[in-house]
């Protein structure tokens, strides 16, 4: 899918694949989320294995991508949205979940948002919702 931002410029909606994982290895490094990093070759392999995986890219440069999991019909949760600094502010993060949820029209949208980006999906009224975590190594 072709897209034009606010700022004119041109960006295409794709499949991720392997080779794109470096750049979102790179996105990773630079938004400090440190477990993912760490946790490099499980990253990756979340990203090979997810059935959501799309990568926005303009002038052959990832500048966004959106991971997630989905049942097709009741729930669809985004794990992931990354997009380049350079581009925030330009609806690229609202266009890459509105394809995902058109892929997938008859689910809900779920995901977790951090302190930095509540304010950007509260814009985009999601509605917030509680929720619980654990690890396996958690376990007693």
Not at 40 to 59: C, F, G, L, R, V
Request: with cysteine; charged share 30%; net charge neutral.
């Amino acid at each position: 899918m072709k897209l034009t931002l606010k700022n004119k410029k041109s960006v295409i909606i794709r499949p991720y694949t392997e080779e794109d994982f470096k750049d979102i290895h790179r996105f990773n490094i630079d938004e400090g989320w440190s477990n993912l990093v760490m946790k490099h070759e499980d990253t990756k392999a979340a990203w090979n294995n997810s059935t959501i995986a799309y990568i926005a890219e303009t002038d052959n440069q990832v500048v966004g991508c959106i991971r997630g999991l989905t049942d097709g019909f009741i729930s669809l949760y985004v794990c992931e949205v990354f997009i380049h600094k350079e581009y925030r502010g330009l609806n690229l993060g609202n266009e890459l979940l509105k394809y995902v949820h058109n892929l997938y029209p008859k689910t809900r949208m779920e995901l977790l948002a951090s302190s930095t980006t509540k304010t950007f999906y509260e814009a985009q009224e999601f509605r917030a919702f509680h929720g619980f975590r654990k690890t396996y190594e958690e376990y007693k």
